[in-house]
């Protein structure tokens, strides 16, 4: 195995993908969090604050839970890991709870984010409001429109949502303009990114927060079943941080197959789709190199899905590497396909899941385990945001 697989090499590179291709003008910042991440993320004291808050604040541990119809209905050992029980609903808690002790740390008082869908937003609010401090969330101006009730409780928590009304006023140009203020304001803020995206620390800083997912699968499976470790491990990909945490303590581990779904929307031929990886070539997005999904002219594309937390032209750069080194797999699940699934869980086993995670659900339809095989498909989150579109399409 590619030594690299785990952590980036010098510079952030997995392989050919990472790097932190940034404006002269950000690099004081990236370079202070390049310098002290690890520093910090292995320091004992942050450490212990950090597992107790992700225990008396967020849930964890997660319940590994055997779904025992589902498993019947497809004819094999099926468990699911339930991400979708931790507070606010979804794996991004993990993520943003790690990020800002690690801002505090560093003296940071101001923290800005990017937020598409409204999830990573909600969840940068909320640590903001247990940790009393300032949140400014940037946010495209046609996305406050459509993610109306996630607006809403930024607001409830505190936080100060910017509408963006440049470009396609879409997460792309909340990215920007999150990073104009960065580069505003670099002394007290703290940039708080989402998925494991963007420039070298981030790809790295949050597969390493995430990996509490599979750390917790570390000694959850063994004590479910007679087997160290799954044969096959189920994720949805956006940018990546959920499948990322869920592989990372099997990525030195080939016995453990590691299976990615990205959303098709309404097809990868469609024009309507968020499929990097069918549809990506090699580029630059938010200041590293990976999977981008791209015009003939290098210009990124506005990406689909019926699911607002898979919408992203992009892929992490640890994803990219697992897959042209082959150690993930990668299937496109379309819209259509999601739905199905979700609405399937729901009545097999009671549990609505976010439609990203339905993504990774359908990926049962698609391939075929044995029968005395275990599968582990990560469930990033609950459906409760996704009501009114899956009342919508069902008619
Ligand atoms: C944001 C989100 C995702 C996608 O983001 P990743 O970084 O790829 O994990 C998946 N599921 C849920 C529930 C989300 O909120």
Redesign the pocket.
């Known amino acids: 195995m590619n030594p690299t697989t785990l952590h980036p090499g010098p510079g952030g590179f997995y392989g050919e993908f990472g790097g932190a291709y940034v404006p002269e003008m950000l690099w004081p910042n990236v370079k202070e969090l390049q310098d002290h991440y690890l520093e910090i993320l292995e320091d004992p004291a942050f450490l212990a604050e950090y597992y107790r808050l992700l225990k008396e604040y967020a849930g964890r541990p997660t319940p590994l839970y055997p779904a025992e119809r589902l498993s019947q209905h497809y004819g094999t050992h099926i468990f699911l890991k339930r ?2 029980l931790t507070h606010t ?4 808690i993990n993520n943003a709870l790690g990020q800002i002790l690690l801002a505090r740390r560093l003296g940071k008082e101001r923290i800005i984010a990017e937020t598409g ?1 409204g ?2 937003g909600v969840a940068t609010a909320t640590v903001c409001a247990r940790m009393g401090m300032h949140c400014t969330i940037y946010m495209g101006a046609l996305d406050v429109q459509r993610q109306r009730p996630n607006v809403e409780r930024m607001k409830l928590l505190g936080a100060t949502v910017v509408p963006v009304t440049s470009g396609n006023q879409t997460l792309k140009d909340a990215v920007n303009e999150a990073l104009r203020d960065w580069i505003s304001h670099p002394g007290e803020t703290y940039y708080l990114i ?4 963007g420039p070298h620390p981030y790809p790295d800083l ?1 597969a390493r927060l ?1 990996s509490v997912i599979s750390e917790e699968l570390l000694w959850q499976f063994p004590e479910l079943t007679d087997r160290r470790e799954p044969d096959a491990i189920l ?11 869920a592989f990372y303590h099997y990525l030195d581990n080939d016995r453990v197959r590691l299976i990615a779904a990205e959303a098709g929307g309404k097809g990868v031929e469609s024009g309507e789709t968020a499929a990097t990886i069918a549809l990506g070539k090699t580029g630059i997005l938010h200041g590293c190199k990976s999977y981008v999904i791209q015009d003939d002219d290098g210009q990124i594309t506005e990406p689909y899905s019926v ?1 607002a ?2 919408d ?1 032209p992009g892929l ?1 750069p640890l994803l990219s590497h697992l897959f042209v080194t082959g150690r993930a797999a990668f299937h496109t699940v379309n819209d259509d396909e999601a739905l199905a699934a979700t609405l399937l869980l729901a009545r097999l086993e009671g549990i609505i899941p ?1 439609l ?2 339905g993504h990774a659900l359908a990926l049962l339809d698609k391939l075929s385990f044995k029968p005395e095989e275990n599968i582990i498909i990560n469930l ?3 459906g409760d945001k996704d009501m009114e579109t899956i009342l919508k399409r069902m008619g």
């Open positions: 991400e979708d609903g979804a794996h991004k869908a999830q990573h989402g998925s494991a995206v949050v995430q994720a949805c990909v956006g940018g990546g941080s959920n499948a990322a945490g699911s937390g898979l992203y992490g976010a990203e995670s990033s989150g609950r």
